[in-house]
T-cell receptor
Framework: TQLLEQSPQFLSIQEGENLTVYCNSSSVFSSLQWYRQEPGEGPVLLVTVVTGGEVKKLKRLTFQFGDARKDSSLHITAAQPGDTGLYLCAGGGNFNKFYFGSGTKLNVKP | GAGVSQTPSNKVTEKGKYVELRCDPISGHTALYWYRQSLGQGPEFLIYFQGTGAADDSGLPNDRFFAVRPEGSVSTLKIQRTERGDSAVYLC???????????FGPGTRLTVL
């Protein structure tokens, strides 16, 4: 059972374009994290959001946690080839268990 | 500082054999997690340690899987009587106490022939 649904599954865009990926659930989470994973490596944490409605910015990346703490979005402005990778969201209750989505595979073409 | 390390990076074994996968967390991190990631999927939770004890092992698929962390640092994931369906990348992550952030190792790719 996939508690977190990510969309789109695949995204191929040109350098300089903007994009948004979504992470949705019917469950409420205490925290939500976004990771980026490259082939042959473990996921690398990008951001953690904990408050409903919270917005965090990391350079060209903007993360939002839904008001009800069930969903989140990641927006990338002016995508670059270095942004290519698998983007994963993960929702947590307490600290003991985190549920990952199946990911959005992003390819940014030069 | 040193990140999370996992050994071996690759393990090929035959169906029915026993394997051990090792995780060295970041020094001082009290929480340790094991995940399994199949091709095209996100990581799937297996087990969580807080210190030496397994605080949540609800993700272990069956009793062939077992994990230990005897001194609250290094952890070993043990799989008995391996099956072809066990083939996946096994990821380990650690966290400082009271923090949500997880720091992942590079994973061990297990292939069961």
């Amino acid at each position: 059972t996939q508690l977190l649904e990510q969309s789109p599954q695949f995204l191929s865009i040109q350098e300089g374009e903007n994009l948004t990926v979504y992470c949705n659930s019917s469950s409420v989470f205490s925290s939500l994290q976004w990771y980026r994973q490259e082939p042959g490596e473990g996921p690398v944490l990008l951001v953690t959001v904990v408050t409903g409605g919270e917005v965090k910015k990391l350079k060209r990346l903007t993360f939002q946690f839904g008001d009800a703490r069930k969903d989140s979005s990641l927006h990338i402005t002016a995508a670059q080839p270095g942004d290519t990778g698998l983007y994963l969201c993960a929702g947590g209750g307490n600290f003991n268990k985190f549920y990952f989505g199946s990911g959005t595979k992003l390819n940014v073409k030069p | 500082g040193a990140g999370v390390s996992q050994t071996p990076s690759n393990k090929v074994t035959e169906k029915g054999k026993y394997v051990e996968l090792r995780c060295d967390p970041i020094s001082g991190h009290t929480a340790l997690y094991w995940y399994r990631q199949s091709l095209g999927q996100g990581p799937e939770f297996l087990i969580y340690f807080q210190g030496t004890g397994a605080a949540d092992d609800s993700g272990l698929p069956n009793d062939r899987f077992f994990a230990v962390r005897p001194e609250g640092s290094v952890s070993t994931l043990k799989i008995q009587r391996t099956e072809r369906g066990d083939s996946a990348v096994y990821l380990c992550a650690s966290s400082p106490s009271g923090r949500f952030e997880q720091f992942f190792g590079p994973g061990t790719r297990l292939t069961v022939l």
